[in-house]
T-cell receptor, first 115, second 109 residues
Framework: GAVVSQHPSWVICKSGTSVKIECRSLDFQATTMFWYRQFPKQSLMLMATSNEGSKATYEQGVEKDKFLINHASLTLSTLTVTSAHPEDSSFYIC???????????FGSGTRLTVV | GQNIDQPTEMTATEGAIVQINCTYQTSGFNGLFWYQQHAGEAPTFLSYNVLDGLEEKGRFSSFLSRSKGYSYLLLKELQMKDSASYLCAAPTAGTALIFGKGTTLSVSS
């Protein structure tokens, strides 16, 4: 089945720095990928839809200048958390739709801790 | 808009049967998904319903009623490892999956 690889699995960074999270579709092409954020004991909240070759579509309340999304190829989408603050500490998960089954495949997630 | 509701928490004992309900309101309908998520891990796919009725898959079954905007996940012969969050989700018109708040199931011996 379709596999989505997400790196890093966890990262600790200092306040004010930027962190890049990568999401790769390993055995299929993903023109669209989705980025979610999950706070402890809460569900997945959609942040943005990443579109290959065009601008991402952000959900209401998500700052596009803070959460930069780049989808430069059919197999790679990146999420950069800029000027990170402790409140950005969360679990970030990417997802893509498997073109063969129409199901959704998730990356393994990235635990971001901002200190 | 889109709204998905499910209970926050449920408890059950090993060997029992538990039903987790989900009600949804979506602009357009493109099926309903159930996922299992253990703490700190990505969600794993359990089921997908697009037609009314019951879909059985081993110990897990999922039911859909489109006219009522209602689905449930049925877990039989509960095991301790079934303790997890269960997420009801539906695609938006833009194809992104939107999740309910999740139901945390605690299975005790």
């Amino acid at each position: 089945g379709a596999v989505v690889s997400q790196h890093p699995s966890w990262v600790i960074c200092k306040s004010g720095t930027s962190v890049k999270i990568e999401c790769r579709s390993l055995d299929f092409q993903a023109t669209t990928m989705f980025w979610y954020r999950q706070f402890p004991k809460q569900s997945l909240m959609l942040m943005a839809t990443s579109n290959e070759g065009s601008k991402a579509t952000y959900e209401q309340g998500v700052e596009k200048d803070k959460f930069l999304i780049n989808h430069a190829s059919l197999t790679l989408s990146t999420l950069t958390v800029t000027s990170a603050h402790p409140e950005d500490s969360s679990f970030y998960i990417c997802s893509a739709r498997d073109p063969m089954t129409n199901g959704y495949t998730f990356g393994s997630g990235t635990r971001l801790t901002v200190v | 808009g889109q709204n998905i509701d499910q209970p926050t928490e449920m408890t059950a004992t090993e060997g029992a049967i538990v039903q987790i309900n989900c009600t949804y309101q979506t602009s357009g309908f493109n099926g309903l998904f159930w996922y299992q998520q253990h703490a700190g891990e990505a969600p794993t796919f359990l089921s997908y319903n697009v037609l009314d009725g019951l879909e059985e898959k081993g110990r897990f079954s999922s039911f859909l009623s489109r006219s009522k905007g209602y689905s449930y996940l049925l877990l039989k012969e509960l095991q301790m490892k079934d303790s997890a969050s269960y997420l009801c989700a539906a695609p938006t018109a833009g194809t992104a999956l939107i999740f309910g708040k999740g139901t945390t199931l605690s299975v005790s011996s």
